[in-house]
């Protein structure tokens, strides 16, 4: 059993991982999504059971359409019964030493790790998740017989994280690291407040999108059983790609046979480059967006993926919303044009499931 459900999540990502049998399932949670679709990641937990598990918590950089929905489940933790893992991610404590809403939430998100004294970046001895400038990709071993090679983000884009940090916490009158700051800011915003406090509000909060964040997202290439899924967070399309060519040389390999790939930033043309496709041999290409605020995904972005030089697999575009810019790839005549498919949700069931 190798799934991935693409739950729904607004314009953001909020992406369920499972792998193993169903007697032992393991699972990893990838971003929260908005707070406006965060009833469906608490069902979603809900469903797992009296007592559900998530053996990886990954937040893979904090904007707001990432990680709003992270920070009240951290909030519902407790009341939800729900057992963290390990969670990933790169907070204050990794970025400050290295051996927007955003940075806000971030903060806040690392103060309830500490406070509740969860497992944080345990798999990397608690520094930063991302490559170094030389040697071998981390390879961490998920259990359950998959594995995780890492592939971004950079120094580079870790140092660029570091230094807007401060800028951004210094506009919201906040210390980097300050942890009770941080829990006394949250607790003055009722929207994000957990179940016992905040009822049904589930109000939406805005933020800016910010490059810097999206250049310092975690991305992976996650292997179970001879499949594997390319998750990008939002990550710029070079920076993806020097990873992956990295992978590569180690394998002695001239592309990335991949068996499904998470098209980066929601499919933005600004992410999604010929480049990165060209050292990419996959099938299926997942577009996680409703398409709000910023009208993804871009025409530029899914013809290049159509057009994409390595087509072995044939095309298949699924997204995770029937939506005004998403129903243009749904005629057969656009279809029949471009020699794709594409997969929507059923109408009784947002978001979806895949079987890799």
């Not at 990886?56 to 992270?70: F, S």
């Not at 927007?100 to 103060?111: D, I, S």
């Not at 170094?132 to 983000?153: C, E, K, M, W």
């Not at 919201?172 to 942890?179: K, V």
Request: proline share 5%.
């Amino acid at each position: 059993m190798f799934t991935f459900e693409a739950l729904p999540a607004r314009e953001g990502d909020c992406l369920l991982l499972t792998w193993g049998t169903l007697a032992d399932a393991h699972r990893m949670l990838t971003d929260g999504g908005r707070l406006a679709s965060y009833h469906y990641l608490n069902e979603r937990i809900k469903a797992l059971g009296a007592k559900p598990v998530l053996d990886y918590l990954v937040v893979t950089h904090i904007d707001g359409d990432h990680i709003e929905g992270i920070v009240r489940l951290l909030q519902d933790r407790k009341a939800l019964k729900l057992v963290l893992g390990d969670v990933w991610f790169n907070g204050w404590p990794q970025i400050q030493t290295l051996d927007l809403l955003g940075a806000a939430q971030g903060e806040m998100v690392g103060a309830l790790l500490q406070r509740d004294k969860q497992p944080w970046n345990k798999a990397f001895g608690g520094k930063a998740i991302g490559i170094p400038t030389t040697g071998p990709l981390p390879v961490v071993d998920l259990g359950g017989g998959a594995i995780a090679t890492i592939l971004g983000p950079g120094r580079t884009q870790l140092e660029v994280l570091r230094r807007n940090w401060t800028s951004v916490l210094k506009k919201a009158h906040m210390e980097p690291g300050d942890q009770t700051a941080a829990l006394a800011a949250l607790a003055k915003r009722k929207s994000l407040a957990g179940l016992e406090a905040a009822g049904d509000i589930l109000g939406e909060l805005t933020a800016a999108d910010s490059s810097e964040a999206n250049g310092s997202s975690i991305s992976m290439l996650v292997e179970f059983d001879g499949k594997s899924i390319l998750l990008t967070g939002d990550s710029f399309g070079p920076v993806v790609e020097r990873g992956i060519r990295r992978l590569l040389k180690q394998r002695k390999q001239t592309v990335l046979s991949v068996d499904v790939v998470k098209l980066p930033h929601h499919g933005s043309a600004g992410n999604v480059s010929e480049s990165l496709l060209s050292v990419l041999d996959s099938g299926r290409f997942v577009i996680s967006t409703n398409g709000d605020k910023y009208a993804h995904p871009d025409k530029t972005a899914i013809e290049r993926v159509l057009a994409r030089p390595l087509r072995s697999k044939g095309t298949e575009l699924i997204f995770d919303y029937l939506s005004d810019t998403t129903r243009p790839w749904t005629t057969k005549a656009a279809q029949g044009a471009g020699a794709y498919t594409a997969t929507f949700p059923p109408a009784d069931k947002p978001g979806i499931e895949i079987t890799i």
